[in-house]
């Protein structure tokens, strides 16, 4: 630990100055003091956590009789999936070393983390016929280390890893889905409920559909566009909402928790503010690709967005389709998922510009994008870090939440369930420190100024995992994890110590990197 620190404060001084430079760049110098400090801080009861998945740090993929994944299947089938050649199974071993990230989420003085179920961890053949006790007994373990530490799990019943069974009938374009979904979340709150309190059905549902049912990005890679996209969304629904009532009715009378949905969001911003169609099409992205998902749980009349649903309509009408290629809810499921959660779980990453246009010649017809007719870019000036797609834009970040403030009002808690930054690795993780403490001073601002209900935030992700099809090529961890070594070692970056101190303080503190020696961060960890 000591040595990390020798080799983090070489050139400490001189990114500590970047970074204040960097504050104030994006407008904070006069909402901070002379010691670096915000001038907003967060309530006591906010909640502060760290986020995972189960399939992108567990690892053991046959450990304990746990059947496969979708993931598992096809990385195995298709080795050069991910632009390493990687997979899922051992990853950062996390299943056989839960207590030791326990332990690391401790030392960040946090009392929340949100990670997943692995559903063929639970039910090997997806469906819950069979259930597997040594899944049950993993689980229940963790939780029970987890609440011995005075920690509360969060967990999400669905981040993407559907078990292969299930996926090989269709997956999320399948109906049936929905019923197996019930079934697994009713397995899911039966042996775990006692332990857990708060719950989120899946994680980004948008993600999912887009990349896995529209795009080859995402397993299952059906590239069903322009319909395998809006069957899933379609499904993925109707499965959160028979799950959420399930809870209501059967769970929550004597479990006493909360149940809600994980969407994400990236802000659109008009390219040219000036022109009414880019704003036109900033707002038409959201709906597209937010709203669809929040409108039927959080608006006061329920249904897609009025915008999306005319839109699909017209299109598929002109495409020479009998019916829209958005299915219809019947007006029991409009009542049923209206309502239907108990929080606005939010990932937010970064802001995209947006300007109209009828066609682009990467878009195919019909698609997600063609519906959405918007051409997505980003300002080169904006930093990016780590990964192509996500640029640099606090801002964004408390653009994203007002609108959200502003369409569904402030009566539903926002938990902003995952935010963070990527980069290719390395202790002196000094943009993402940048990244946390402008991303977070923008939450404040946000919730100070502009009157936003946000409850929580949890930090993506905990330690570099496996990033999906980019394998593990980039990192988004406040710990690094030696992949090359058999213990898969975890070492603390600058940003867990900065994150460790917003958390301590409850403000941002823009010169704690500068003003702390590293070997007195590592210590206090």
């Not at 597209?288 to 005319?310: C, N, Q, T, W």
């Not at 195919?364 to 519906?371: E, Q």
């Not at 963070?420 to 002196?428: C, I, M, R």
């Not at 600058?494 to 702390?516: C, D, G, H, Q, W």
Request: some cysteine; hydrophobic content about 35%.
């Amino acid at each position: 630990m000591r040595s990390s620190s020798r080799v983090a404060q070489s050139s400490a001084r001189l990114a500590s100055l970047s970074l204040w430079c960097l504050a104030l760049a994006q407008g904070v110098s006069a909402s901070i003091d002379s010691s670096g400090l915000s001038n907003y801080s967060f309530p006591e009861n906010f909640i502060f956590g760290v986020a995972t998945a189960a399939f992108q740090i567990e690892g053991g993929w046959k450990a304990g009789e746990k059947g496969e994944s979708m993931w598992d299947t096809y990385l195995h089938k298709h080795p050069n999936f991910t632009v390493d050649g990687s997979n899922g199974d051992v990853a950062a071993d996390s299943y056989h070393k839960y207590k030791l990230d326990i332990n690391l989420v401790k030392s960040l003085g946090l009392k929340y983390y949100r990670l997943s179920i692995s559903w063929p961890r639970i039910l090997p053949q997806g469906s819950d016929n069979r259930i597997n006790k040594d899944g049950v007994k993993y689980y229940r373990t963790m939780f029970k280390e987890l609440l011995e530490q005075n920690i509360t799990p969060v967990v999400t019943l669905f981040h993407w890893d559907l078990p292969t069974t299930l996926m090989d009938l269709g997956g999320w374009s399948n109906p049936k889905m929905v019923d197996y979904f019930e079934d697994y979340a009713r397995v899911a709150f039966t042996v775990f409920g006692d332990l857990v309190k708060i719950w989120s059905t899946m994680n980004e549902p948008h993600q999912h559909c887009y990349n896995g049912y529209g795009s080859d990005n995402f397993v299952p890679a059906i590239m069903s566009s322009g319909v395998g996209e809006y069957l899933c969304a379609h499904y993925l629904l109707l499965g959160h909402s028979r799950v959420y009532h399930l809870y209501d009715k059967m769970f929550r009378p004597h479990q006493k928790g909360k149940i809600g949905i994980t969407l994400d969001a990236f802000y659109a911003e008009p390219k040219d503010v000036t022109k009414a169609e880019d704003r036109e099409a900033a707002e038409r992205y959201l709906q597209m690709r937010l709203g669809i998902f929040a409108h039927p749980i959080y608006s006061e009349k329920g249904d897609y967005p009025p915008l999306v649903r005319e839109r699909i309509n017209k299109l598929s009408l002109l495409q020479g389709y009998t019916r829209s290629r958005l299915p219809f809810f019947t007006d029991n499921e409009i009542n049923l998922l209206r309502g239907s959660s108990d929080f606005f779980g939010l990932n937010h990453y970064t802001t995209y510009l947006m300007s109209n246009v009828e066609m682009h010649k990467n878009w195919k017809v019909p698609s997600w994008d063609h519906d959405t007719g918007v051409l997505m870019e980003q300002n080169p000036k904006w930093p990016k870090p780590g990964a192509d797609w996500l640029a640099v834009y606090p801002q964004g970040f408390r653009k994203v939440l007002n609108w959200i403030t502003k369409n569904y009002g402030t009566k539903i808690p926002i938990i902003v369930t995952e935010n963070g930054v990527s980069d290719f690795g390395g202790l002196n993780d000094y943009a993402r420190v940048s990244y946390y403490n402008n991303y977070v001073y923008q939450l404040l601002l946000a919730m100070h100024e502009d009157g936003c209900n946000v409850q929580g935030y949890f930090a993506w992700t905990l330690m570099d995992d496996f990033e999906w099809k980019d394998g593990y090529t980039v990192k988004f961890g406040l710990f690094h994890v030696d992949f090359n070594s058999t213990e898969k070692t975890r070492i603390p970056k600058l940003s867990a110590f900065n994150y460790a101190e917003i958390v301590r303080k409850r403000r941002v503190n823009f010169r704690y990197i500068e003003r702390t020696p590293k070997s007195t961060q590592i210590n206090s960890l």
